[in-house]
């Protein structure tokens, strides 16, 4: 018996072999740099957050199965909306408590 | 999809659609989780500097520690996803299985997310030194209190699949599980982007 | 510290001020009264067993519109009590010491945004919404029944502080540094917290269930773009509540942190960062003044068109300035602490923001002053309510937009000004919007109408009321009197303040008018009836429904064909058309387990607040105890044959033969719009 809830239930192994895969090596090379120091401050931030970001659509696409086609659009646009407002919360937070921390000392 | 669903699996249209509506309510619960990680992340990083004159990160985390955490929860995401390629084949003995490892690599991340926080509180470093430590424990602390809820779902669902077997409903509560535990890992993925790597450089 | 009692003392009644003790008597008496008229009435196992175990959205919109009531009462009594200090403390002390002055100002606002409006709308959405769409229930009747149990929790833990305890002094907003424990030890802050917290949790599982109803469980046909306004209002409504809820969550529950564990969120000293409380909690807060008003736009939506009967104007531009108030509402919550330190770049970009945000809520001003024009008029309440609101509101959103300028907020903040902008917008926007709800859709409910001559003469105190109440504080404002003031030695406010003090007694008036209303109502019922669901000639799908509603809603899910669904249905003639068989209806079966999680988070609650741990552990196991048997449970659902549902709409039916063919038909400007005949 097979069972849908309403999201694609993957019947093969394949995608999680991929994800993990490709989160290992997306975890390895940050902590490699972190515990190794090899590259410069700055630039192994840049990778850190850059890698994260790659890291969570990796999770999304092979985990979670999130695709453009499959997916319900309104799982879709939920996902995008709350992006935006995260983007909106927390950019507009940072920038106003950093910019009472100059004015401020807060 | 509901189509496809009924064809499928010969549940009613109805029931079908009942649980695409679950699993869209689910999803929407999960977004409102992610706007209280993101403010949890903003506001660490507000604070992060706060450290009243006490340990900083550096002196605190351990880049072992963190990785065994890191290790122990993304495997069990992949034994999660397991588990949901036997359930599609309808293999009870294996969806049990790998609930069961899921459950232990999830347990071995609380484990060691215990030991580590217990190992900063007596050293003089909990929650009530500095601000900066009531931001890291309230956000590593809630994701650990998620994950921890996450395997007390994973029992019930092992205790379901025992006593119930494979039927629509415990599938259809079985792949909300496996959403909420894919999201605690993506949560995961920026905590240690935020929290511990740059906290160890 | 006890362990079982944790701070919980004799000391903690309210013995110590005769103010105090007669809040707690009337508290225990009111309870009591309850219990006693059901008692009275035989009715405990009515209301137990047909009402509080119910997972049915009708009556959980009633019993939340109940809470309401009550709430505004209470919450009235604070303002009335404010009211009455203020215009007398000049060069005196008043009758209220400030200790409770403080309570009374914090409480009032708490409960008015928390208790009373909150609720209001959630009752009026789930009473109404489904039905609009062409559903039989929300997507989910039991995290619907939690919902308002959890609210009514939260409402319990803010009534009981009147009896054992203290209530918060900290302001409905709750600032730190003031609100830690270092500077307000002792339960008030905390009833204040759990209060907010667990409602809140009970309005983000509202807004997630809303949500999902509308997009996923309208009726055949039923396209976004033909809902009724309320549907959609409702819809931004419940995004607002999905993500603004969570950042309220976070604010208060690093609060409860500082406060129990003495963590350093927000505390002066060790690295506590007070702005980030302020940051946080706007981020929710206006969103949340957003989650107030839409559902009220949304209601005069629909009544403007149904009394000037005439199609609502600018469908679009309603619905997208509904769309653009609720992105907008995540942009400008800066505006709260304009005075608070950020720079200039920072305060004039909340600032445009907020400027910018008046411009929808101005297009559907225009948009219902447009379905007004040309049309033809009917004066019942509801529309008294709208156009009252129309004109007051107008002024209210003018003092926004001046306060929405940084340097002017700058001289305004914290005054009166302040408190009579948002007053100005509340009352004549929210308030008035629910209460013209409640006339409106009264007769849906309960099956009979409420008497428009007093709903009329309630208007009219609360309209001349709100005026003398709230245009002095804009005087008072200019005059430079900050707000929350206990007493005062400028003697050029007292006048101002007498006449507000006026102003008050004269919505208590009002008040009273909407009581009588109600007594009178019941009492004439039999002369009230709406026999055809359908008592103003309305347009949306909930008047295609009986009066009340079956517990299916519709037999038959209609096939909607346009917007107006039910007018539509009208004028082609399938108004009451009788279906030529019916199915099996699947129906959510009764469950006292959601009232048990609301219970427990209660005494969750209170446990928290009084420290008694072992208390509140074995809340927490409850209430995952009951959530795992209720999540265990494949048969929660019980099925009502073809045959009752026949039975039930031929008695329908047969109520219809006898109704007189159009209810509005003896209205002074009907506009001649006959509904056709009622097959049989």
Known sequence: MDVSSGIPVERTMRPYIIGIVAALILTAIPFGLVATGALPRSTTLGIIVVFAVIQILVHLRFFLHIDLETTPRENLVALAFAAVLIFLMVGGSLWIMFDLYHRMMV | ??????????????????????????????????????????????????????????????????????????????????????????????????????????????????????????????????????????????????????????????????????????????????????????IWVVIFSVVYLPGLL | MDIIFGRLTIESLPFYSAIAASGAAITVLGALSVAGVITYFGAWRLVLFDWVSSLDHKKIGIMYIMVALVMLMRGFIDAAMMRSQ?????????????????????????????????????????????????????????????????????????????????????????????????????????????????????????????????????????????????????FVTSILMIFAFPALTVACGMLVLDRTLGFHFFTNAMGGNMMNYINLFWLWGHPEVYILILPAFGVFSEVVAVFSQKRLFGYISLVLATMAIGLLSFTVWLHHFFTMGSSARVNSFFGTMTTIIAVPTGVKVFDWLFTIFRGRIIFKAPMLFTLGFLVTFTIGGLSGVLLAMPPVDYLMHNTTFLIAHFHNVIIPGVLFGYLAGYMFWFPKAFGFKLNDKWGAWSFWCWIIGFYLAFMPLYVLGFLGMPRRMEHYEIAAWQPHLIVAAIGAFIIFLGIVCLAVQLVVSIRDREQLLDLTGDPWNGRSLEWGTSSPAAPYNFAVLPQVQSVDAWWDMKQRGVAYQRPDHYEDITLPKNTFISAFIGGAGFVFGFAMIWYMWWLAILCLASIAGAIIIRASDDDSDYTMSADEVKAIEDARFAQLAKAPKNEMEDEPGFAGQPVPEAST
């Open chain 3, 86 to 234: 203020q215009a007398i403390a000049f060069n005196n002390d008043g009758y209220l010491p400030p200790s409770h002055f403080d309570q009374i100002f914090s409480s009032h606002g708490t409960i008015m945004i928390f208790f009373m409006a909150m609720p209001f709308l959630s009752g009026l959405i789930n009473l109404v919404m489904p039905q609009q769409i062409g559903s039989r229930d929300v997507a989910f009747p039991f995290m619907n029944s939690i919902s308002l149990w959890l609210t009514t929790a939260g409402a319990g833990l803010v009534l009981i502080s009147l009896v054992i305890g203290k209530f918060s002094t900290a302001g409905w907003t709750g600032y730190p540094p003031y609100s830690e424990s270092q500077f307000t030890p002792g339960v008030g802050v905390d009833y204040w917290l759990w209060a907010v917290l667990i409602s809140g949790i009970g309005s983000t599982m509202t807004g997630i269930n809303f949500l999902v109803t509308i997009i996923k469980c309208r009726a055949p046909g039923m396209y976004l773009l033909r809902m009724p306004l309320f549907t959609w209002t409702v």
């Open chain 2, 1 to 186: 999809m509901t189509a496809e669903a009924t064809a499928m699996t010969g549940i009613s249209p109805r029931d079908a659609e009942r649980y695409e509506e679950k699993e869209f309510g689910f999803w929407l619960y999960l977004m409102s989780d992610a706007i209280i990680f993101s403010l949890l992340f903003a506001t660490y990083l507000v604070m992060v500097g706060n450290t009243a004159g006490g340990p900083t990160g550096k002196e605190l985390f351990s880049i072992e520690r963190a990785s065994g955490e890191t290790l122990a929860l993304l495997l069990s995401s992949t034994t999660f996803g397991f588990a949901a390629v036997a359930l599609s084949a309808a293999d009870r003995s294996k969806v049990l299985l790998w609930l069961c490892i899921t459950f232990l690599l999830g347990a071995c991340f609380i484990f060691l997310e215990i030991g580590e926080f217990r190992g900063m509180i007596a050293q003089g470093a909990g929650p009530e030194r500095s601000g900066f430590l009531s931001g890291f424990f309230t956000l590593v602390g809630t994701h650990g209190l998620h994950v921890s809820v996450g395997l007390l779902w994973i029992l019930v669902m092992i205790g379901q699949v025992l006593f119930k077997g494979l039927t629509a409903p415990v599938a259809s509560r079985l792949m909300r599980l496996g959403l909420f535990w894919h999201f605690l890992d993506i």
